[in-house]
Structures are given as C-alpha cells and as structure tokens.
C-alpha cells in the first residue's frame, strides 16, 4: 500500500541523485503503477482541490484532484516537476513563446499509471476531459507556493501573474458541478 511519509522520504533521498528529476520520475512511476493503493493511502476523492502532501523549499508534493471537464489557463512553474496519475486523464497542451502571447506546440494525454516530467520552463495547460475526478501526484523540485510565476489568458494569450484567487475559484466551480 502507498504510504505517504514513505514516498515523502523517497522523493526526498531522490533529490540527492544527479539526476534529482528522473530520480524522481522513478519514484512517481513506481507509485502510480499500483494506482488502488495511491488510492487508499491518500483516500478516495469526493471534491476536487489541492492538497499539500509536503512543503520545503527544495520539494513540494500535492494532491491534486481535478473536478469533471475542469480546464486550468496555461501556466508556468519556474521549477521542474513530475505529474503521477493514479485515477483518470489529464490533458496536457504544451505552449512556446511567441511575440504577443503563446503558440501550442504539443499535447500529452496522461491516465492511469502515468508519470511525466516537465521541465521548467514549461509552459502548460490542464484539461480533465472526463466527467468524475481525475487524480494526480504532482511533485515540484521547489516551493510551489513562494514562486512567483505567470499564467496567460486562455483566448488573448496574454502573460499576467498567476492568480491564486482564480485558480481557487475554478476548483469550486467545479465543486458546484461536482454537487448537483
């Protein structure tokens, strides 16, 4: 079973590695690849949200659970990180700078038993095409919370900061969709 002081402590002894990103991966991948037991050990989603799973300044680790068709604005995170899924699909288009905003470049599909690594500059956004939770693992190699980073408008494609305010109100929004 998925013990989350355990895969804490993985992460955390993987960020010595040389390779502190694939190191890592490796330890998502080998969680994710037993998706009932990431399932039992952090507990079956009912809302969708962000759960901090461990903060430090050198690693954070959520919980992250998307809601039904949930969509995110494309967004940077400044640091590498690593994307588990143990229940669902996460739709990812990836994007590239461009004079007056963004270009997509690519998409990735991610379900079940997925681990991805992203680089950081990355610049991403998040679909759940499906209409129940999706549930990811999501491990950054710094503190998600004290990095400034952008977010860009999904039709303009104009760079602003990152709206903590916006993104909380699009989990309940789905929350509302989650209860009716």
């Known amino acids: 079973m998925f013990e989350v002081d355990?895969?804490?402590?993985?992460?955390?002894?993987?960020?010595?590695?040389?390779?502190?990103h694939g190191a890592?991966?490796?330890?998502?991948a080998c969680a994710v690849s037993r998706p009932d037991g990431v399932a039992r050990g952090l507990g079956d989603?009912?809302?969708a949200g962000v759960?901090?799973?461990?903060?430090?300044?050198?690693?954070?680790?959520?919980n992250v659970l998307w809601g039904p068709l949930m969509t995110m604005h494309p967004h940077n995170h400044l640091m590498w990180a690593v994307i588990g899924i143990y229940s669902g699909?996460?739709?990812n288009t990836f994007y590239k700078r461009v004079a007056g905003g963004l270009e997509a470049t690519?998409?990735?599909q991610l379900t079940t038993g997925d681990a991805a690594p992203l680089g950081a500059p990355v610049i991403h956004s998040v679909c759940n095409p499906l209409n129940r939770i999706t549930a990811a693992i999501h491990v950054y190699g710094g503190d998600f919370f004290d990095t400034p980073r952008s977010e860009w408008d999904p039709?303009?494609?104009r760079e602003h900061p990152y709206d903590v305010e916006h993104t909380r109100r699009v989990f309940e929004e789905s929350n509302r969709l989650l209860e009716s």
């Open 6 to 20: 355990r895969f804490v402590e993985d992460c955390r002894q993987a960020l010595g590695e040389s390779d502190a």
């Open 24 to 28: 890592v991966r490796e330890v998502v």
């Open 45 to 47: 989603p009912a809302r």
């Open 51 to 62: 759960d901090t799973i461990h903060r430090s300044a050198d690693l954070t680790i959520l």
């Open 89 to 91: 699909q996460e739709d």
């Open 106 to 108: 690519s998409a990735r």
């Open 155 to 157: 039709e303009t494609h």
